[in-house]
């Protein structure tokens, strides 16, 4: 089958990473992103551990390289009202290649750089070794509010069919010959958002009355949550206190 | 005669806005039946079915499923008697995968374990698409989508399948698969339409159905040999099978116009 029958930030592989249950991948993302920002920026060496880790496990996880930096690109807005820190931040100025930046600035910078970088890599590996339903059964397992899970299932599961909806008004607008170009043309645009917004209205009128028709009284069923093995969180735990480990040493020794 | 599945008598409905979109209705539909409903745009075929499962309540006149009557207490049992397939089976295939959304309407009803599964793999089964298990079903394509809400509502193990216009949109290979598919099912089936051939192809019974009124009900082969009856109901069938039926070629024979 195409990459289209999957979401876009899957990779799909066969790695021990892809194997785990969701919900121990999910709650090792969150502990170990708890770990990274806890860490004081101060201490380099920590984030360098982090950093190598990670890399271990986006090898494992078989994450092209390509793919890994493409995703990355999410932080171009970040970085670079990051890279304003130094030239704008307070006293003392050090000089470095004849400018003179500040150097909390820079640490600022650094601090923002490395935690948000490293937190990315790992949603990545989640979402990259994880297929959205098993995402959902994962927050499920870890007694995530139910209404909430629901709502994101149908986030995922309606947007290609309102994206579809859209391209399908653009097409309609385009065959009559209307141009975007500028924007005295936009009008258009406005009233076809003002017609999506009544469809997918309608649709999610039609949508409850099916719910209705096949027993819904106002609560989602519960998914057959499935239980991760012993050894799977054993395996997450060693990972997990291993980023802790760094970042309790890095508090210490700061 | 037996309980019927559907008993609807003395039928009334109107909508807030005064529009009355049915009035009188007396239908009775028995075990095992495969009847049509009939009818232009508007005539009130979608009106109807949403009552039969509760969704409309009746204004006036009384809506019995195999005995039950269609009351706010008995609505969990009607919903699981009457299984409605909808028209477009995006606004039913609502869950992350095939399976999940299968699995929907039985664990309504409470079904867990080996009881909830083997439900689920036998409403697969029934309609082959126990393949597609663990797809997303925004990458089915249209007949499988077909199928997989089919399954779904047959997971509740119904007493009666009612389908609103299960052939638009169907190519037909898919077409004929939904056929076969309908015809393989045990169950009594009500099939919303504006396809009088395909009416005829697979339902003996048809029951007309005009401005909130029933206007005809019998065999589908009378009715739709009565050229007057559909007509007058803005019903036809295809003018190419007219053609083969003898009528005048109007490429062969122009109208002369004096």
Known sequence: MSSSHRHALFVHAHSPVHRLSPQVKIAAALIMLGAIVSTPRETVWAFVCYGLALGILVALTQIPIRFLLGRMLVLTPFALLALLFPVFGTDPKVEILGISLSEQGLWDMWNLLAKAGLGLVTAILLGASTEIADLLRGFDSLRAPRLVTAILGFMVRYIDVVVGDLNRMRLALAARGHQGTSIAHWGPYGRAMGTMFIRTYERGERVYLAMESRGYAGEMPASSRVKARPGEWAIALVVVAAFWAVAITARITR | ?258
């Open chain 2, 1 to 258: 005669m037996s309980t019927p599945v559907i008993e609807i008598l003395g039928l009334d409905f109107a909508y807030p806005d005064g529009t009355e979109a049915l009035k009188d209705i007396d239908l009775h539909i028995h075990r095992g039946e495969r009847v049509a409903l009939l009818g232009p745009n508007g005539a009130g075929k979608t009106t109807l079915i949403l009552h039969m499962n509760g969704i409309h309540r009746a204004q006036t006149g009384t809506v019995t499923v195999s005995g039950l009557p269609v009351t706010a207490p008995n609505l969990l049992e009607i919903r699981r008697r009457v299984g409605l397939v909808f028209q477009d089976p995006d606004d039913q295939l609502f869950m992350p995968t095939v399976r999940e959304d299968v699995e929907f309407g039985p664990r309504n009803l409470g079904l867990t374990g080996a009881e909830l599964e083997h439900r689920v793999a036998a409403a697969m089964a029934s309609l082959e698409v126990a393949d597609l298990a663990n797809r997303a079903p925004n990458h089915l394509s249209f007949g499988q989508k077909r199928r997989v809400s089919m399954a779904g509502v047959m997971a509740m193990e119904p007493e009666i399948l009612v389908l609103d216009e299960p052939t638009s949109n169907l190519d037909p290979a898919s077409r004929q698969d939904l056929t076969q598919a309908l015809l393989g099912l045990d169950v009594t089936q009500l099939i919303v339409t504006h396809d009088l051939l395909y009416a005829l192809e697979v339902c003996p019974r048809s029951v007309i159905i005009d401005a909130g009124r029933i206007v005809a009900d019998g065999p589908t082969i009378e009715l739709l040999a009565d050229a007057e009856l559909l007509a007058a109901h803005r019903l036809a069938l295809p003018a190419a099978l007219l053609l083969l039926a003898g009528a005048p070629d109007p490429h062969r024979d122009p109208p002369r116009v004096n």
